[in-house]
Structure formats: structure tokens, C-alpha cells
């Protein structure tokens, strides 16, 4: 409850006070107080004004007389003589002055040089790396990875003996030398992705290629050979060994990367780059409807059409390189195999073939004057030639029946050696170190029945596949008697050239890939866009087709 104030209830609260003793205020009632008078006995009004200083700094007790001397006085009070004798005169250039006006410049120039002069200094002394024939700087792979392979990153093997430096051409009177070899000895090795600089295992559902060097190593014309074991028996069919080469703008396995672009090999304008090797909206010419594959109605392609060909329009996307009159040289990625190995009729027998498009009329090429040749008695001319998806020129040999992984267990030698182009071109492949058989350039010259041009040997660069695969396309799986686990064992892999021809790299100028690779890196990246419209990207223009290139 409210209680007015009483005299003894005041001083009681004042011993408990550390304010000076005085009297309270005076209250008339619990709700009001007298303000009207008060004497100098009562309480300040506030705190403030109890220690309130005088506004004489005399009446503080202070010295603040400007006679009177302070110990530091001299700390802060200018001293003309003893000034002149520190600063030799009072210039500005003192020692101290310039140490600490050069460290600044020390330390600006520091910053300078690291953020600004470092990069430019860095531009013209650093060394130009090389991608030493692979597709990354250094020769890594395509992933930028480096393996662990000490004192053994060249192109050419350290464990290559010395008499495979050079080796005898199978059909020129002339010496190749080793631009690149692999001989496997390194213990240890892995191929999983960015493992190796040069090969790199996959394990792809149907497009059958397990171990490749897509993007790392290339070459253009020379000879490559390769010893092999071929896996299982050779009396036992179903097994699909295989080596060979590929053009590097078509990734095997990744079925985007490759339509339209296998297995081209065409550098004209004309109706051999549109699909099924037809005029759009007629049965022309008459060739692409008749006497083709019989198990696709007599048609003879159902390729879609060159889809980086001479004909592409200006402007579209396309590696290059152009012509002085704007147009596109046409682009692919060509096929020649090493082996394909089969068993028939209880024997062993390599398919050494190249396959083409686009087509001949009912796929056979021109085999006059000499322009196929067998060369070896073990050896036939494949009789199938060919359908809706390639036309192939093959050579059917047998094969050594020791050297197969359960028949006697020896290696043995396969290759190819061929020169890219028209003019002298040629491929000859042999089999068990013995030349098998020869095709040379006249053989797909210009077809009049199809209205198609010559198509050149390969000069794409080209890169080296081995695998193993079962397929019941390529012959008959015996899986009753077939024997698992199966190896195919790669003894070494051995790439020559001319020595007034050596090109290797996956990036040539003359047929770059490096740039169109990166621009549509998913189709090479991705294996499950099988076709190139599963990339939802458009198919570049042809000048041919509805609508040409407006």
C-alpha cells in the first residue's frame, strides 16, 4: 500500500545512503510532493550536478601553470638545436626515410611482378608441351590423367628390342621405322579410365569392344602389327576375337559418335552422302534398290547419309577443314581390320578386311586389272561382301591352329600396311608373318551404276581396338562346348611408317578431330545415345537434300 513518507522513516533511509545527509523531500500526500522551496540542506536534483567541476581548472589542484616542468615534457616539445643535430639539418632524406620509402618499393614491385609480370614472363619462357601423338598434352589420355609407369611414357616402348626399330615393308621395296610400341611387360598395369596413357578398357553391352585407345594414340598410312593368342580353340566356334583401327571422329561403342560417320570413306558431293544412297523423293538410282542385301528386300543402304560430307553446308557444324571455295572436306571414320577371328567347319580363319561406304552395286568393288590380289595359297576372297549397314572387302584366311589359347598356346603375327589416298594407295594384310592379300585403290574407284565417286584408302587418323565379344551375327555360338573364362592375349603392339612419312596424332591439321570431339563431347562420352538424334542435336545440312542450305 502507499505510505507518506514520516521524519523518522527518512533518516533511517539516509544512514543507508552514500549521499551526503539531508532532508527529504517533503510529501503532502502519497500521490504528490512540494517542489515549491527547498533549502541547500536538501538532496541535488541529480548526480550530475553534485560532482559538477568548477569552471576553474585553478580550483582543481592541477599545476597547470605553463612555467611549470612535466617529466615528459620533453617527449613532445620541439627542441630546435637537438633537432638539428637528429636530422643533419632537417632534410627529409634520411636513412630511416629512405629504408622505409624502399620497402614499399620493394614490396610494390613484389605484387607487380607476381600478379602481372609472372604471367607474361611465364608466356614466353615456359617450354611448349607436346601431345606427343596422343590427344592430351604430354601423350596422358583423353581423361588428363597420368599412370605410374616410371622411365616408360614414351611412344615407343623401352622393353621393344632393338632389331623391331625398323622393319621391311611387306609389299615396297622399303624400310618402315617404329613410330609406336607397346610391349606389355610393365607388371601391374591397369586400363580402367585415366589409368594408361594409351589404352583404356570398356565392357559395353552389344557394340563389342573391350580394350581401346580411342583419343590417345593415331597414326595416318605405315604398318602396325600386333602377336596375338587367339582365345579358346580353334576347332570350338562362338568366340569374336578382334584387332583394328578405326577413324578417330567415330568412337567404337558409342553409337552416336559413329552414325552417319562409319564406315565412311568419301570426299565428294554427290548422292553417295545421303541417306540410303538415294535422290530424296524417288527410287533413284535404280542400283540402291535392286540386287542389294536380300535379307532387307534387295536394298543396298540404309546408312542415313554422310553426316559430315563434302556437301555440308557452310556454317554447319563440321571439323574441317574448308576448301578456298568454302566448302567442307568431307569427314568419317573409316574401318580396317587386322583380324576377325572365326572357326568354321572345325577350323580357325581371320577376316582381313576394310570396310566402306558408300556402297558399289551389290557391294562388289572393282576387281579388274589386277586391283585385288591374294598373295598367299591359305588365303580366298570373302564371299560375303557386305549389306544394309557396310559393304566390306575381306580376305578369309586360316589361321596358325597352334595359336590358340586351349590349341597349343604359341603367338602369332598380324598386321596390315597401306598407304592413304588414290594415288599408289593400297592395303595389304598378312597373316602368320606371311603377306595374305592386297587391295589396291583402283578396286573403289567410281561406281557409274550407284552414281557414286572413288572412295580413298583411309586417310583419316586412326586409332587400335582389341577385343573380344561374342555375337551371334558374326557366326554361330557353340555355348555347349565353348570353354569360360576366355583370353585373348596381346603379346605386343607395334606401329611403323615411312621415314619420309611419319604422322602420327589423333588431331592432325590436315584432319583435325580435337575440337569437334569437345564440342560434342557427350556423343563421345555417352554410350547409352545410340543414334544421333538420342543426342538432340540437329543433323548438319546437306546442300543435296530439301531445301539445301537456306
Not at 588428363?144 to 609389299?171: C, H, M, R, V, W
Amino acid at each position: 500500500m502507499n505510505r507518506p513518507f514520516s521524519k523518522s522513516s527518512a533518516a533511517s533511509a539516509s544512514t543507508a545512503s552514500l549521499l551526503p545527509t539531508t532532508n527529504p523531500r517533503q510529501f503532502s500526500d502519497p500521490k504528490t510532493y512540494s517542489v515549491d522551496s527547498h533549502s541547500s540542506t536538501s538532496h541535488p536534483p541529480s548526480l550530475s550536478e553534485k560532482y559538477a567541476l568548477s569552471p576553474s581548472p585553478a580550483s582543481w589542484g592541477a599545476p597547470l601553470d605553463m612555467s611549470y616542468t612535466e617529466p615528459d615534457d620533453f617527449l613532445h616539445n620541439p627542441d630546435p638545436k637537438r633537432d638539428r643535430i637528429n636530422d643533419r639539418g632537417g632534410t627529409i632524406f634520411t636513412a630511416r626515410g629512405l629504408a622505409n620509402v624502399g620497402c614499399l618499393v620493394v614490396l610494390a614491385l613484389g605484387i607487380i611482378t607476381l600478379f602481372a609480370g609472372y604471367p607474361i614472363i611465364s608466356l614466353f619462357t615456359d617450354p611448349k608441351q607436346t601431345t606427343q601423338g596422343g590427344f592430351n598434352l604430354g601423350g596422358i589420355n583423353a581423361t588428363g590423367q597420368i599412370p605410374i609407369l616410371p622411365g616408360n611414357f614414351g611412344l615407343i616402348d623401352k622393353d621393344t628390342p632393338k632389331e623391331a626399330y625398323t622393319k621391311k615393308s611387306y609389299l615396297l621395296d622399303e624400310e618402315f621405322v617404329l613410330v609406336f610400341s607397346d610391349e606389355f611387360e610393365q607388371e601391374g598395369r591397369t586400363f580402367w579410365p585415366g589409368d594408361d596413357p594409351y589404352w583404356e578398357a570398356v565392357n559395353l553391352h552389344y557394340w563389342g569392344t573391350n580394350d581401346l585407345e580411342w583419343n590417345k594414340f593415331c597414326f595416318t598410312g605405315g604398318l602396325i602389327e600386333v602377336m596375338v593368342r587367339l582365345p579358346g580353340s580353334s576347332t570350338i566356334s562362338g568366340l569374336w576375337p578382334g584387332a583394328w583401327t578405326m577413324g578417330n571422329l567415330g568412337r567404337a561403342g558409342y553409337g552416336a559418335s559413329v552414325e552417319g560417320l562409319w564406315p565412311y570413306s568419301y570426299d565428294e558431293c554427290d548422292v553417295g552422302t545421303l541417306p540410303n544412297q538415294t535422290y530424296p523423293g524417288t527410287r533413284t538410282p535404280i542400283a540402291a534398290h535392286e540386287n542389294g542385301d536380300p535379307s532387307h528386300g534387295n536394298t543396298l543402304s540404309y546408312l542415313p547419309g554422310q553426316r559430315l560430307s563434302a556437301c555440308t553446308c557452310p556454317g554447319e557444324p563440321h571439323p574441317g577443314p574448308a576448301r578456298a571455295d568454302g566448302t567442307y572436306v568431307g569427314r568419317a571414320a573409316p574401318e580396317i581390320d587386322i583380324l576377325e577371328a572365326i572357326v568354321e567347319n572345325g577350323e580357325g580363319h581371320v577376316s582381313l578386311s576394310a570396310q566402306w561406304a558408300p556402297y558399289n552395286a551389290q557391294y562388289l568393288p572393282n576387281n579388274s586389272s589386277g586391283n585385288i590380289v591374294v598373295d598367299d595359297p591359305l588365303t580366298v576372297i570373302n564371299p560375303y561382301k557386305g549389306g544394309v549397314f557396310q559393304q566390306t572387302t575381306s580376305g578369309l584366311a586360316a589361321t596358325n591352329q597352334s595359336c590358340y589359347e586351349l590349341s597349343g598356346g604359341c603367338f602369332t603375327t598380324f598386321g596390315f600396311e597401306y598407304r592413304p589416298g588414290f594415288d599408289d594407295a593400297y592395303i595389304t594384310w598378312y597373316n602368320n608373318n606371311r603377306r595374305s592379300w592386297t587391295l589396291y585403290a583402283p578396286a573403289m574407284q567410281r561406281d557409274p551404276a550407284t552414281e557414286i565417286s572413288a572412295r580413298p584408302v583411309p586417310v583419316e587418323p586412326m586409332y587400335i581396338i582389341l577385343n573380344l565379344a561374342i555375337s551371334l551375327n558374326f557366326g554361330f555360338v557353340d555355348f555347349e562346348n565353348l570353354e569360360f573364362p576366355a583370353t585373348m592375349s596381346v603379346d605386343y603392339v607395334r606401329v611403323y611408317q615411312p621415314k619420309n612419312a611419319i604422322n602420327t596424332g589423333c588431331d592432325p591439321k590436315e584432319y583435325p578431330t580435337a575440337a569437334y570431339i569437345e564440342t560434342f563431347k557427350e556423343a563421345y562420352t555417352n554410350n547409352n545415345l545410340t543414334i544421333w538424334s538420342d543426342y538432340k542435336q540437329p543433323w548438319p545440312k546437306n546442300r543435296l537434300m530439301p531445301g539445301g542450305c537456306d
